[in-house]
């Protein structure tokens, strides 16, 4: 079976999806899948995510991989792991979510900004390190932290876009994090699915 960390280093692209609720979820993450798109992040702003999380791991195949985001205490890291999240992201590292993540097996990809903080997630076992806020960095930042640290997997997420999601990757970035220029709030709320599926397949064509 394919890890969830081949999955995402394959296909680069980890869809950040902040929902309204379950049915409008379930109806990005099958637009979001039709265009190609196979990792997505339900982030836990959204006091639907738990459940969101439930139901589409039991709709998608194993080819995609699905997880929990914004998780910053260990309570939410039980809670997603039972609901069947493949790994988990957070804005900022924390022992209590690095240690549940480990205790529940599951890719933990905190955030961190600069090198030393990068460098420390790395070392207390993070399967890859969101930069976060990346927009404030841009992609030169990672070839810079990665010269030394050559050994790093990044993950930059914030500002991330059609425009520059070749330069993120040509300086160094093991996977993206994108969410906005990617799930059109626009689209969302004239509920155009179609839409969405296109813009899904925008990205998906920039990585071919």
């Known amino acids: 079976m394919t890890s969830v960390l081949d ?29 190609g798109i196979r990792a997505i992040e339900f982030t836990l702003t959204n006091p639907d995510a738990v459940a969101t999380i439930a139901e589409i791991r039991q709709r998608a195949d194993d080819s995609v991989a699905i ?16 609901a069947g999240a493949q790994f988990v992201v957070s804005p900022v590292w924390k022992r209590e979510v690095n240690t549940a993540c480990h205790e ?30 990346a927009n404030h960095l841009g992609p030169r930042y990672l070839k810079d932290v990665l010269a030394p640290l050559p ?6 997420t914030g500002g991330v876009s059609l425009d520059n999601i070749r330069d993120w990757l040509a300086h160094g970035a093991f996977a993206l994090g994108v969410g906005s220029s990617l799930i059109n709030n626009d689209a969302v709320a004239d509920r155009d699915w179609g839409r ?4 899904a397949r925008r990205y998906v064509d920039q990585l071919a």
């Open 151 to 156: 050994h790093l997997r990044l993950m930059p």
């Open 104 to 133: 529940c097996g599951l890719p933990f990809m905190p955030g961190a900004f600069t090198p030393s903080e990068i460098q420390n997630a790395w070392e207390w076992g993070a399967s890859a390190v969101k930069v976060f806020p």
């Open 7 to 35: 999955i995402v280093a394959k296909h680069k692209i980890v869809a950040i999806v902040r929902l309204d609720d379950l049915s409008t979820a379930e109806c990005i993450a099958d637009a979001l899948i039709d265009g």
């Open 67 to 82: 997880g929990a985001g914004s998780v910053i205490n260990a309570e939410q890291v039980w809670a997603v792991a039972d």
């Open 196 to 199: 969405l599926r296109e813009n």
